[in-house]
């Protein structure tokens, strides 16, 4: 199907998604920067998914960063001003870094957020930084997870946190994803709180999939899933996720 095909079905199906359950948008658009790149994904259909499916819930001005190439291992010069988030509401982290391992690097892009940006982070943001030693990345994304199950079908079912956070509001009792990857959760971090789990078809037991996280006060969204095209043009995903980043700008109706 040509890329024009899809995206014109996706806007079909996401308008239709989110017409059950309308979110006023905000008088004043939420400043947001979108970082991406690096291995492994198809980072511009992931990024245009984003920035058209999140028009509808909400008035966002997108700014996007895609540097790094198609390595696992780059730094990017945005991270050089102390205030690089300050002009931002929210940063949606989608990068896949595995293998940028310099602490000090790393302590720049931590700052911003422990400033007070909040942020949501999609599939390989937990992936990014796997190298480092220290936890400082696993700390800051609410979950330590260094590997993936295969791809297949994962059933997703909301918890009881889940099914009372505004950025579930609408999603089904369960959820069965397009292909994609189950990220294995070895530790939820004690200010997270799972939002919905999936089970691994390997070990059997439930994975957390979609989270929120407090991270020295400031508001952080995270979900592990987002591998390939077909999971970011379905609508639950992108509502999922648009519905996020509104909690976690602190834009959501209601939120706890």
């Not at 530790?187 to 996280?213: C, F, M, R, Y």
Request: charged letters at 20%; a neutral charge; glycine letters at 8%.
């Amino acid at each position: 199907m040509r890329l024009s095909a899809v995206f014109a079905l996706f806007a079909t199906l996401t308008a239709q998604a989110f017409a059950a359950a309308p979110t006023p948008a905000p008088a004043n658009p939420i400043r947001a920067l979108l970082i991406t790149g690096g291995c492994c994904h198809d980072y511009d259909f992931q990024a245009k998914a984003l920035t058209e499916g999140v028009k509808q819930v909400g008035n966002v001005a997108w700014t996007v960063l895609n540097e790094g190439g198609k390595t696992t291992r780059a730094q990017i010069r945005l991270y050089d001003d102390p205030n690089w988030a300050k002009a931002y509401d929210v940063v949606v982290h989608n990068e896949c870094f595995a293998d940028t391992n310099d602490p000090v690097y790393i302590a720049k892009i931590l700052a911003g957020h422990r400033a007070g940006t909040p942020a949501v982070v999609i599939h390989c943001a937990m992936h990014t930084y796997r190298a480092l030693a220290e936890d400082s990345w696993r700390e800051f994304l609410g979950v330590t997870s260094r590997k993936h199950d295969h791809q297949a079908n994962y059933v997703v079912i909301p918890t009881a946190a889940g099914q009372a956070h505004p950025a579930l509001r609408g999603f089904p009792a369960v959820w069965t994803t397009p292909m994609d990857e189950l990220y294995i959760i070895e530790k939820l971090w004690p200010k997270a709180q799972a939002l919905a789990v999936s089970k691994s078809e390997k070990d059997g037991k439930d994975h957390a999939a979609i989270w929120t996280n407090d991270y020295h006060g400031t508001r952080i969204f995270g979900t592990t899933f987002g591998h390939g095209n077909a999971t970011w043009a379905d609508p639950i995903f992108i509502r999922t996720v648009a519905q996020g980043l509104l909690w976690a700008s602190g834009r959501s109706k209601s939120a706890p």
